[in-house]
Every structure is written in structure tokens, then in C-alpha cells.
């Protein structure tokens, strides 16, 4: 599987969802800040537990439609082992993306899947969604970009999709951005699709924490996060 990657402005920085192969782009600015943008305490989180050893696979013919019409957006409940993140997702303005989303949490994808990178240089990002931990796992689909921002700023609690350099391979991995970041607009950008409204606090807290490794590129964090389930509900 293909690592996916979440660019940077001025550098770019590897991140991971759904393809085949590697792709390879020049390394984070070293002279980048580092760090969040807020102060937040420790965490009391329970023991991760062990990734699925067979992650659920589905077939590019199982990619959702989108629906149409209302509600304009959803809400969803993201159970972690450090406490509830409650998400607004945008289905009028990422229909597909905020669609797989949906289907996925129905599915239980995300069941026993850990965060598996943190960043803290030059971009701010958790990233999420890969059940195998590995950075390198999907749903066995892809699909195209959506609401990409124009002007290229993610601010926090923003929740958007990574992908590899294919603007076709949004799956299942996405980010949390928990300090305002920029990232290029060349290629497309990266698909917004909800936003956290409670329990910024919980990935602020992990943030915070750092991640096991200086990697520029990132690494796990050193405060072990795992999406134990995920419901969606009506907006």
C-alpha cells in the first residue's frame, strides 16, 4: 500500500492513507516551529488495545454514493481510549468524502485503530484511521478530492482527509489539526469534510505530549491514542 502524503508550504511531510507503492517528497523545514498553539494538561487515557490482525477490506465497486439533499450536515461521536471527540461532519460540501465516512462507522472500520502519527513541525496534524497501525493501510477504494481550501489554511479542529500524491486516493486514513497550518494548494489540497466541536482538548493533550521520535516527518505519539468506535447520527 502506497503512504500517503500531507504537504507542507514552503516544505512537505509524509503522511499515510490508501494506494500502492511509495511516494517520495522533499523533507519538513527543519527551522519550522514546533509545538501547539495551546496549553493543555495531562491526559488520563486507558490502555490501548492490540490493532484487528485482519483489518476489514472492501472492493472499489463498495465505494458509497453520496447522498443528496439534507441534512446539510452530520454529527459524529469518536470514542478514543483518552475520551470522546464529537465531530460536525460537512455532507453538503463533501458529499463523497463525509459518505465512505459514514459507511466505514456503520462497518466498524475504525474499531481498535490506533493514531498513528503526530506532527509538530511545520504542520500540526494527528493523523488517524489506518486499523493495521502501520500508516499504510485503506479500505481497498479510493475517490477524488472535496472542499479543498483555496487559500491552503487548515485552522484547528479542522478534520480533513491524507492522501498519497494521487489526488484519487482518499480511503480512510484522515487528521486532526490541532494548531493552524498551511499546506500547498498545488495537487489539489486535502479534502475538509467536518470539523471537532468538543474534545479538542483530548488531541491538544496529545499534541502536547510529543511524538516517540524528533522525525520531522513525524512519528507515533508518544501518548498513545486509539479509536475504539464511531457513530454518526443526524445533524
Sequence with gaps: MRRALLALSAATLALSACGGGEATFPGTDASAPSGTGSAAGPLECADPPEPPAEPLMFGPEELPTPKSGDPATLAATVETTCGDLVVELYAADAPQTVASFEFLA???YWEDSPCHR??????????????????????????????????????????????????????????????????????GGYSVFGRVTEGMEIVEGVAAAGGQTDDPNGSPPAQPISILSVDVSGG
Design 106 to 108: 456503520e462497518r466498524g
Design 118 to 187: 503526530l506532527t509538530t513541525q511545520g504542520i500540526f496534524v494527528l493523523q488517524c484511521g489506518d486499523p493495521s497501525g502501520t500508516g499504510a493501510g485503506g479500505p481497498g477504494y479510493g475517490y477524488g478530492i472535496e472542499n479543498a481550501p483555496a487559500d491552503g489554511l487548515y485552522p484547528p479542529g479542522t478534520l480533513a482527509m491524507a492522501r498519497t500524491s494521487d489526488p484519487n486516493s482518499n480511503g480512510g486514513q484522515f487528521f486532526i489539526v490541532y494548531d493552524d497550518t498551511q499546506l500547498p494548494t498545488e495537487g
